[in-house]
C-alpha cells in the first residue's frame, strides 16, 4: 500500500513538473516567435542547435524543481505548494540565465539567430548554462533556513561563478573560444557548454544544505566555487595526455574542429566534477 501511495506522489509532482515546462515552452516560443517556429524547426528541419536550447531548458527547470522536495518532511500538500511556486521561479530564473548567456556568457551575437541558423556551438553553450542553472537553483532552495532571500543570493552567486568560469577558460587558452563559439564551432561550443555544466554539479554540492549563517556560507561557497574553478581548467593538461594520446583539445577544437574528441574531455570533467561534488556534500 505504502508503494502505491508514494507512486501516486511521484506522479503529482512529475505532473507540476510537466506543467511548469509547458509553460516555459510557451514563454520561449513567444520570445522567438519573429525569428522562427521552434516546433517546426526541430521536427521538419531537423535543427540541433535549438533543440539543444529547448532541452537544457526542460532539464534545468525539473532539476532546480527538486529543491523544494529536498528539505525536510513537511508534508505532502505543503511539498506540491512549494513544488508550484518553485516551478514559477525557475521559469523566471532559466530565463534570467538565457539572458546572461546572450549578454555576458557568448556575447557579441544573437544567439536566437545563431541557433535558427543551427549554429550548434551556441546551441552547446545553452544546454550547458541551462542544466547548471537548474543544478544551481536546486542547491539554493534545498535545505532550511535562510529563506528566499538566502536562496536569491546564493542563486546569484553561482551565476556569477558560471561567469568567472566561462572568462577564465576564455583567458587561459591560446585561441578565442568564443570566436570559435559565434563562428558555429561545435567543438568549442561542446567543450565550454560542457565545463559549465561540469561545474554546475560542484556548485550545487557546495550550496545544498542548511543555512548556517551568512558569514560561514559565503565563505563556503567562496572556497568551493574557486577550487572547482581552478581544478577543472587546470584538469585540460593532463585529459589531453592520458585521454586523449596523439592529439591536443587546442587541435581537437581550433584546427580541426572534432566534437567527438571533445565529448571525451567533457565526460572526463564531468566525472571528476562529481566525485569532486560528492566529497562537498
Same mark, same amino acid.
Given at each position: ?62 532539476? #532546480?524543481?527538486?529543491?523544494? =522536495?529536498?528539505? #525536510? ?60 542553472? #537548474? ?67 560542484? =556548485? ?26 581552478? =581544478? ?13 594520446? #596523439? ?21 572526463v570533467k564531468t566525472a571528476l566534477a562529481l566525485v569532486i561534488s560528492a566529497v562537498l556534500l
Amino acid at each position: 500500500m505504502t508503494e502505491f501511495v508514494a507512486m501516486g506522489q511521484a506522479l503529482v509532482f512529475a505532473a507540476i513538473a510537466f506543467l511548469w515546462m509547458g509553460v516555459a515552452k510557451r514563454f520561449l516560443d513567444l520570445r522567438t516567435r519573429g525569428l522562427y517556429d521552434a516546433d517546426r524547426e526541430i521536427a521538419e528541419s531537423q535543427n540541433l542547435a535549438i533543440s539543444l536550447r529547448r532541452g537544457g531548458l526542460y532539464l534545468g527547470v525539473a532539476i #532546480g524543481m527538486l529543491g523544494a =522536495l529536498a528539505g #525536510g518532511d513537511v508534508g505532502f500538500v505543503a511539498d506540491v505548494v512549494e513544488m508550484m511556486i518553485e516551478g514559477a521561479v525557475m521559469v523566471l530564473f532559466l530565463f534570467v540565465a538565457q539572458w546572461v548567456t546572450d549578454a555576458v556568457v557568448v556575447p557579441g551575437i544573437n544567439n536566437a539567430e545563431a541557433l535558427r541558423d543551427g549554429n550548434l556551438g551556441v546551441g552547446f553553450v545553452e544546454f550547458g548554462v541551462s542544466v547548471a542553472t #537548474g543544478l544551481i537553483a536546486y542547491g539554493s532552495f534545498a535545505g532550511e533556513g535562510g529563506g528566499l532571500l538566502s536562496a536569491l543570493v546564493f542563486f546569484a552567486l553561482g551565476q556569477l561563478a558560471l561567469i568567472v568560469l566561462a572568462v577564465g577558460y576564455e583567458r587561459m587558452t591560446p585561441y578565442h573560444v568564443l570566436e570559435e563559439v559565434r563562428g558555429g564551432n561545435a567543438a568549442a561550443g561542446l567543450m565550454l557548454g560542457g565545463m559549465l555544466l561540469a561545474f554546475g554539479f560542484i =556548485l550545487n554540492s557546495s550550496l545544498t544544505g542548511n543555512f548556517q549563517g551568512w558569514t560561514e556560507d559565503l565563505l563556503g561557497f567562496a572556497v568551493s566555487a574557486s577550487m572547482g574553478i581552478v =581544478l577543472l581548467l587546470l584538469l585540460q593538461w593532463p585529459i589531453d595526455r592520458f585521454f586523449l594520446p #596523439g592529439t591536443s583539445l587546442r587541435n581537437e577544437i581550433e584546427t580541426s574542429p572534432n566534437p567527438a574528441a571533445v565529448a571525451v574531455a567533457v565526460a572526463v570533467k564531468t566525472a571528476l566534477a562529481l566525485v569532486i561534488s560528492a566529497v562537498l556534500l
